[in-house]
């Protein structure tokens, strides 16, 4: 193909673009900061209803986080919000009744939890189970093969000695010993190192998009504040999106939020910035919602 009709070809698909945002702006559909917003983001969720043994839990969740940005679901107990986090990755026991998920532009809503990772996704648990017998090198190294022959079917898996540098090196980032990698994934472990395996996994599988459902959980100051340090760093290096879903708003201090969004009774009420999380802090869920 000539230059002058590859030049033609840019033209025509730049003016047709042009012209779908003037018809959705002119007919005001969309502003054109939502149209772009709306393209760039990486994840979304609409209305999203959602069953649990019968009993629906979610009454149509909507929400979109953009790679780079931090979102803070905070919520009672019995609110929904853990709910909305396996659902988001596909537990069978959550059943999606009505409304969608995206991640890009791929509509996840019925792929299976091992598709949603591969594309980007990354969930942290509250209490992340232990496999005896499986050592952290071995689980991460089969995972990050996974992911790699997911998204390119033709590529090889690492080889032993590239596996251990990457690993080596990223340990070193995150400032833990080497023989941590060595010990059995989450088996004796304390609150605070389930917590650094699942940061050392974020470090190296590196998604798009990731849920903290409730990593503070379990933490003591101390502990918590060095979790969110390597957290942070994460987030600066990968550009990372981050959903964090908690009770209190402590780890928000060290996790600052661009977005707050309240959850109760399985409806997001109301939404603003780090401040309402600081009134659901000194005022308490029910008077920051009373007024709504």
Same mark, same amino acid.
């Given at each position: 193909?000539?230059?002058?009709?590859? *030049? @033609?070809?840019?033209?025509?698909?730049?003016?047709?673009?042009?012209?779908?945002?003037?018809?959705?702006?002119?007919?005001?559909?969309?502003?054109?900061?939502?149209?772009?917003?709306?393209?760039?983001?990486?994840?979304?969720? &609409?209305?999203?209803?959602?069953?649990?043994?019968?009993?629906?839990?979610?009454?149509?969740? $909507?929400?979109?986080?953009?790679?780079?940005?931090?979102?803070?679901? *905070?919520?009672?107990?019995?609110?929904? !919000?853990?709910?909305?986090?396996?659902?988001?990755?596909?537990?069978?026991?959550?059943?999606?009744?009505?409304?969608?998920?995206?991640?890009?532009?791929? $509509?996840?809503?019925?792929?299976?939890?091992?598709?949603?990772?591969? /594309?980007?996704? @990354?969930?942290?648990?509250?209490?992340?189970?232990?496999?005896?017998?499986?050592?952290?090198?071995?689980?991460? !190294?089969?995972?990050?093969?996974?992911?790699?022959?997911?998204?390119?079917?033709?590529?090889?898996?690492?080889?032993?000695?590239?596996?251990?540098?990457?690993?080596? &090196?990223?340990?070193?980032?995150?400032?833990?010993?080497?023989?941590?990698?060595?010990?059995?994934?989450?088996?004796?472990?304390?609150?605070?190192?389930?917590?650094?395996?699942?940061?050392?996994? *974020?470090? /190296?599988?590196?998604?798009?998009?990731?849920?903290? $459902?409730?990593?503070?959980?379990?933490?003591?100051?101390?502990? /918590?504040?060095?979790?969110?340090?390597?957290?942070?760093?994460?987030? !600066? !290096?990968?550009? *990372?999106?981050?959903?964090?879903?908690?009770?209190?708003?402590?780890?928000?201090?060290?996790?600052?939020?661009?977005?707050?969004?309240?959850?109760?009774?399985?409806?997001?009420?109301?939404?603003?910035?780090?401040?309402?999380?600081?009134?659901?802090?000194?005022?308490?869920?029910?008077?920051?919602?009373?007024?709504?």
């Amino acid at each position: 193909m000539r230059n002058s009709e590859k *030049m @033609f070809q840019f033209f025509t698909i730049a003016h047709a673009f042009l012209v779908d945002i003037y018809r959705a702006t002119y007919y005001g559909e969309i502003t054109i900061f939502s149209y772009v917003q709306y393209m760039l983001t990486q994840l979304r969720i &609409n209305n999203l209803h959602v069953k649990v043994d019968e009993k629906e839990i979610l009454h149509g969740i $909507d929400l979109s986080i953009q790679q780079g940005e931090v979102h803070a679901l *905070m919520g009672p107990n019995g609110s929904g !919000k853990s709910t909305l986090s396996l659902a988001l990755f596909g537990h069978p026991r959550y059943h999606i009744t009505q409304g969608s998920i995206f991640i890009s532009e791929q $509509d996840i809503t019925t792929l299976a939890p091992h598709k949603r990772a591969h /594309l980007g996704l @990354f969930l942290t648990f509250q209490s992340p189970q232990a496999i005896p017998g499986v050592t952290i090198s071995t689980f991460l !190294k089969q995972a990050i093969n996974a992911k790699r022959r997911a998204q390119q079917p033709a590529q090889p898996s690492l080889k032993i000695r590239e596996y251990r540098d990457i690993l080596q &090196n990223t340990m070193n980032e995150l400032q833990m010993p080497p023989e941590f990698a060595d010990r059995y994934l989450n088996s004796g472990f304390s609150g605070g190192e389930r917590k650094k395996s699942e940061i050392l996994q *974020m470090a /190296l599988l590196q998604p798009t998009i990731v849920v903290l $459902d409730e990593i503070d959980s379990g933490l003591d100051v101390d502990a /918590l504040r060095i979790v969110c340090e390597h957290i942070n760093r994460l987030r !600066k !290096k990968q550009q *990372m999106g981050i959903l964090i879903i908690t009770h209190y708003p402590r780890i928000l201090s060290y996790i600052k939020p661009d977005y707050v969004h309240v959850l109760m009774d399985g409806r997001i009420v109301t939404s603003g910035t780090y401040t309402l999380a600081h009134q659901i802090e000194t005022r308490g869920y029910e008077q920051v919602t009373a007024r709504l």
